[in-house]
């Protein structure tokens, strides 16, 4: 039925007859010539509709609405003078068409396709046609290469892909199971596995040395932006290796993975030990491109006069007494938003927040 995507074609195709199908993006009346852009999962190509090159084409064209289905047959050529759209990749080219074909026509739509200020809760409910935008497929195409290239590399590491069970016995983990009761067996559940953990160390204590897999997790906790009660995450487990290998693995996973998303990702990374990141960041999973580090101040509060902090100081090898560095501070913040930082660190505990500042005649705070 078709010969070839919308984005496959381009100034090499020009005279050749294809055949293209897909949705109705948009359409223009142009003084009696009929402009429809097409859209399949690959992008948009102009359709041109001329009652001169076919009458028949144009009447069916005159009918097309939004999101209408449909099936074009027609000669590539190029776009006139000055007609050319570089925002599109075929935008130097259009389809001069023969035959138009509606194959199914489509209601007014609860929303425009693509347009990011609609609500969530009206693209959720309409989900099939959120996916028709071209970012959800490039979204799910990436995630689709990332997932090829995790097995290739891991298979090129000496990894056996297991799929371990999804109905399994309730296990103590991080988390409340989801429960699925058995109709066999009267009373008894089933637990959806939280991760994999028990099966795979099965795995290892069998001899089989090296596993994978990309592993369906539930969890029956609180939603949070980083928690999801229904995730998938690449496990891996090995035997008979130190942190280096453990390294090694991660290196080359992440470099394919972001390859095959044509990002470059040079290794060996980085490195900084626990102690350093929770010197430095406080935090064990620190950003790096955040470059305002902690700074251990503990040895000068030694020698001040307020006695909160002296008695903090007394004992450097428990407590720790760190500040953050920031040129011009006190041109940057004002006494109103320092006060909202000390309303900020109290929601996690903290009694309150000290500052000074460095002033020509001595510390201010």
Not at 167 to 173: A, H, N, V, Y
Request: glycine fraction near 6%.
């Amino acid at each position: 039925m078709r010969s070839h995507y919308c984005t496959d074609l381009s100034e090499k195709n020009v005279g050749e007859e294809v055949t293209l199908t897909g949705w109705a993006n948009s359409y223009r009346d142009h003084g009696g010539i009929i402009f429809i852009d097409l859209r399949d999962k690959t992008g948009l190509i102009q359709l041109t509709c001329d009652p001169e090159d076919s009458p028949e084409a144009h009447k069916v064209a005159d009918s097309v609405r939004d999101e209408f289905v449909l099936i074009a047959k027609g000669k590539v050529r190029l776009r006139g003078e000055g007609l050319t759209n570089p925002r599109l990749k075929t935008g130097a080219i259009e389809i001069v068409v023969q035959e138009l074909i509606i194959e199914n026509k489509s209601a007014p739509l609860p929303f425009v396709i693509g347009d990011k200020k609609v609500g969530e809760e009206t693209t959720l409910k309409y989900r099939y046609l959120e996916l028709r935008d071209p970012s959800m497929y490039e979204a799910f195409r990436l995630r689709s290469k990332a997932a090829i290239a995790a097995r290739n590399i891991l298979d090129a590491n000496g990894f056996l892909e297991v799929e371990t069970p999804i109905l399994t016995k309730s296990t103590p983990e991080g988390a409340r199971d989801y429960l699925v009761p058995s109709r066999v067996h009267n009373g008894e559940f089933y637990a959806l596995p939280q991760s994999p953990q028990l099966f795979k160390q099965l795995l290892m204590v069998g001899g089989f040395d090296r596993y994978f897999q990309i592993a369906k997790c539930f969890r029956d906790e609180d939603l949070r932006a980083d928690r999801q009660p229904e995730f998938t995450q690449i496990d891996v487990e090995m035997s008979f290796c130190n942190h280096e290998d453990d390294i090694k693995v991660a290196e080359d996973l992440l470099t394919a993975m972001f390859k095959a998303c044509d990002v470059e990702v040079k290794a060996p990374f980085n490195r900084i030990t626990y102690k350093e990141a929770m010197e430095l960041y406080g935090s064990d999973k620190p950003d790096l491109r955040y470059d305002l580090k902690m700074v251990d101040v503990i040895d000068i509060f030694e020698r001040c006069d307020n006695e909160i902090f002296t008695s903090i100081a007394k004992n450097p090898h428990i407590n720790r007494i760190k500040a953050l560095r920031v040129p011009g501070a006190d041109l940057i913040f004002s006494k109103r938003e320092m006060k909202s930082f000390e309303d900020f660190v109290r929601k996690f505990g903290a009694h309150g927040l000290g500052y000074f500042q460095m002033k020509e005649d001595g510390l201010k705070g």
